[in-house]
């Protein structure tokens, strides 16, 4: 098999698994999503999402596609100025979920090469887990911001409440 014939196998194959990751990961309760436990949790060396500020994310972070600004049953990333606590949680199990389809699709990477050359399986594989790390890094960034921006947010309803 040439190596376009390879390509396009491929993507077809890594293009399916993402819809239906895409579209499985829509009706998954939010609230088994948990920001504090494995494997979502914010761990030492990431310095609370700052260690990402090292490949520069917070500059390129928002030109990479965004399934939510196409699919209208998908939360919305962006945060508007009257948000309230409670959308911050969703927005913080959206990142879990979110990160947990991308896991899924580099997991899948090797039934992707089924039937194609190795060589050409090993580069695409490697090349589709890079993209798939961009949205995770991405996830893993934001996560703790928006859990600090949760934890204000209900201690200032807390002060407000009495």
């Known amino acids: 098999m040439t190596f376009w014939a390879s390509a396009l196998r491929y993507l077809i194959a890594a293009g399916i698994a993402g819809v239906a990751t ?4 829509i009706p998954v309760p939010r609230q088994i999503f948990k920001a504090d436990r494995f494997p979502f949790r914010t761990y030492a060396f990431e310095k609370e999402g700052k260690i990402y500020a090292k490949v520069l994310v917070h500059r390129w972070k928002d030109i990479v596609p965004d399934a939510s600004k196409v699919i209208s049953k998908m939360t919305k990333k962006r ?4 948000v309230d606590a409670d959308a911050i949680k969703r927005l913080i199990q959206e990142t879990c979920v979110a990160e ?9 990477t090797p039934v992707y090469s089924i039937g194609i050359d190795v060589k050409y399986g090993v580069l695409f594989s490697v090349f589709y887990t890079l993209g798939n790390l961009v949205f995770i890094i991405i996830q893993r960034y934001n996560r703790p911001r928006f859990v600090k921006m ?3 947010m209900k201690m200032r309803e807390m002060r407000k409440r009495g």
């Open 22 to 25: 895409l579209f499985l990961g």
């Open 79 to 82: 945060i508007k100025k009257d």
């Open 100 to 108: 947990l389809v991308h896991w899924v699709l580099i997991v899948l």
């Open 150 to 152: 949760h934890t204000y």
